[in-house]
């Protein structure tokens, strides 16, 4: 049972940066993708990015791109979300998932198997 622990939240200006950590127990955590979903107060769970296992091929939300940009340290077992450029409608519960390998497509809330428990980032004068 893959197990996730995410980290790095906190309260940020606008236009500032954070990198979230997502620590993963298993060694072979190359097999999976991974990804970073985030839930605002009063919405919806949305995807944010998702990152493949063997070729750390990535995708991002249209609302983050050219903002966040995540990545992967299999050597470590860890996954990153460095957001820059915060915006206060970035403020959000961030949560780390993973899944067998999937198309980067399909890398989709319902989709993925292991979750963690989440980080709470918030961007505020």
């Known amino acids: 049972q893959l197990q996730l622990v995410e980290s790095g939240g906190g309260l940020v200006q606008p236009g500032g940066s954070l990198r979230l950590s997502c620590a993963a127990s298993?060694?072979?955590?190359?097999?999976?993708?991974f990804g970073w979903f985030r839930q605002a107060p009063g919405k919806e769970r949305e995807g944010v990015s998702c990152?493949?296992?063997?070729?750390?091929?990535?995708n991002y939300a249209d609302s983050v791109k050219g903002r966040f940009t995540i990545s992967r340290d299999n050597a470590k077992n860890m996954v990153y979300l460095q957001m820059d450029s915060l915006k206060p409608e970035d403020t959000a519960v961030y949560y780390c998932a993973a899944a067998s390998p999937l198309p980067l497509r399909l890398c989709l809330i319902g989709a993925m198997t292991y979750w963690g428990k989440g980080t709470l980032v918030t961007v505020s004068s």
């Open positions: 298993e060694f072979t955590s190359y097999d999976y993708t």
């Open positions: 990152i493949s296992g063997g070729t750390t091929s990535t």
